[in-house]
């Protein structure tokens, strides 16, 4: 299933709170539960984010074809990785 911009949008919105924290991983996949979500540090994953946040990179999964991999696509998307980042 394919993320919409409506998604896109809302998923913005969580992300982009001044307040967000790794709190908000529960919240997403609550509110996304046709999506595979994944949590990992960003330093796990070495392609560009397709988004950045001040605490968080996000990469779009797509695993439609069997063997999952990450997409700058999000007609694609059928798993999120939300990427902690280290901010001090």
């Known amino acids: 299933m394919a993320?919409?911009?409506?998604e896109l949008t809302a998923i913005d919105q969580v992300l982009s709170a001044g307040d967000a924290d790794a709190q908000v991983f529960a919240e997403l996949r609550r509110r996304f539960s046709?999506?595979?979500?994944?949590?990992?540090?960003?330093?796990?994953?070495?392609?560009?984010?397709?988004?950045?946040?001040?605490?968080?990179?996000?990469?779009?999964?797509?695993?439609?074809?069997?063997?999952?991999?990450?997409?700058?696509d999000p007609t694609r998307a059928t798993g999120i990785v939300l990427a902690i980042r280290n901010v001090r």
């Open 3 to 6: 993320l919409s911009p409506d």
């Open 34 to 72: 046709h999506l595979s979500w994944t949590r990992c540090d960003a330093s796990d994953v070495t392609e560009t984010p397709f988004r950045t946040y001040e605490r968080f990179d996000v990469h779009l999964l797509d695993s439609a074809d069997h063997c999952a991999h990450v997409t700058a």
